[in-house]
């Protein structure tokens, strides 16, 4: 039978999607319960993000000399961050706290903290610039982590700091509690694009604005950044349960 008969086709035309790189990444240390992640701050340097989940294992169950069914065990999220920095903030969540300026001692309790970062979207019709996939992690605690320092040679390379990452989940209304939320631009309509942008505004901090009475412009304070819980974002989007 010729492929051109089938309801199904392959390899059309912008439909070979992948996705690549890292990039806007946020740090949102945890604050308190009426404001869990906020004053964000940017995370330069990242070079990698590795989601490692684990769990989500069957474990079969035998009756009546058959196999009789699976229990699921629970499934939980982790990752692993790599980066040539770090913001300052967040040697609290790496076991570091200052004692002085200038002066830190380790080995201290570590702070749960929150992430939100980038991946895009291409194909083959746009390249990589065909949209991007926003990635809110919650409930993260960093484990200590391998740092080597070795000396200056004719091949210099930087000190590269990787943190293991696991997390526990936030309750998400109408569904089991998660640590992760993921908004795929390129499956968005205008509405959609546009409640994003609104989201962006949330995660990324708003700018203070100057008041100009020529153009009817208010003056507005700085607004910082922060991480919204999922029922937040449920709401914003018009999905909550």
Known sequence: MDATEFLLKWDQAGQHKYESGVDHAVFYPYGTKTAPYS????????????????????????????????????????????????????????GTVAVATGVTIGQQPRKTFGLSYRTKVGNDAEGQDAGYKLHLVYGCLASPSEKNHSTINESPETANFSWSVNTTPVDVPGAAPSSTVTIDSTKLDAAGKAKLAQLEKILYGTPAVEADPKNSVEASAAVPARLPLPAEIMKLFGTEG
């Open 39 to 94: 004053n964000g701050e940017t995370w330069n340097g990242v070079t990698a993000i590795n989601e490692n989940p684990s769990g989500a294992e069957a474990s079969p169950i035998y009756a009546d000399n058959i196999k009789y069914l699976n229990l699921m065990s629970a499934e939980t999220y982790a990752c692993t961050i790599e980066a040539l920095t770090y913001p300052d903030s967040f040697e609290e969540c790496d």
